[in-house]
């Protein structure tokens, strides 16, 4: 599968499943009901990861709970709305092979944080329905103070940063639930799933990345700091 964002690296499904188009290309697609009684396959992931901010955690906190301010842009090229006051409608990117595509579109709410710990849970978009899947999207997120003591930059920079580094630690479980057409079910579901659970993994990883790097900017540049080129950024 290939995202419809140059920005993000190529994602290429295995020269299995091309071959397997090109021995199928001729097959007869079932009729739409029939594609509809099978059963989902369920791609699944479990990450963990974290980023440092260079400021107190009151101060991350803050910016944190006004995301109205930055979600949105932070999250190009990703299409986000509004929806609600703490949600937002997110579309991912487009991502397909051999004529099957899917463009993932859904509804997080980014939930106020409760003893420390902030969450982010799947919620509906009002007037759409996916179009053979579903998103399951639980996240949850917090902030743990570290001391800068410990840096071995000794520049000018590091000295105007703040003595005190927040640490966001986050956590994902996805989950994501594809229909298929039957032709694909033709493959061994091994291959389906292993492939599938791979690529899950392969976006949420670019994803991150991606949005890592921008909130870490936007936040020190809030700040009129500019980030250390050794901060954590995973």
């Not at 990861?49 to 906190?61: I, Q, S």
């Not at 939930?111 to 053979?132: D, F, N, Q």
């Not at 921008?214 to 009129?224: A, C, R, T, W």
């Amino acid at each position: 599968m290939q995202s419809q964002y140059s920005e993000y690296q190529s994602i290429e499904m295995s020269e299995t499943f091309l071959d397997f188009r090109q021995k199928f290309s001729e097959a007869e697609e079932p009729s739409t009901q029939a594609a509809e009684e099978l059963e989902p396959f369920r791609f699944h992931g479990y990450f963990e990861d974290c980023m440092e901010m260079y400021a107190a955690p009151e101060v991350v906190a803050e910016y944190l709970n006004a995301h109205h301010e930055w979600f949105r842009r932070c999250a190009q090229p990703m299409k986000a709305e509004p929806l609600g006051e703490n949600g937002y409608a997110l579309v991912i990117g487009r991502f397909g092979s051999f004529g099957y595509e899917v463009e993932p579109k859904i509804g997080l709410h980014l939930l106020p944080p409760e003893a420390g710990i902030y969450r982010i849970r799947t919620i509906s978009i009002p007037g759409y329905v996916a179009p053979g899947y579903d998103v399951d999207f639980n996240a949850a997120m917090k902030l743990v103070e570290l001391k800068a003591g410990s840096l071995e930059e000794n520049t000018e920079l590091t000295k105007n940063l703040s003595s005190t580094i927040t640490k966001i630690e986050w956590q994902l479980d996805l989950a994501v639930f594809i229909k298929f057409p039957r032709f694909i079910h033709r493959l061994p579901k091994s291959l389906i799933q292993n492939t599938g659970d791979r690529l899950l993994a392969q976006i949420v990883r670019q994803v991150n990345r991606r949005l890592t790097q921008k909130v870490q900017e936007d936040f020190h540049n809030s700040l009129g700091l500019s980030l250390p080129s050794k901060s954590k950024r995973h």
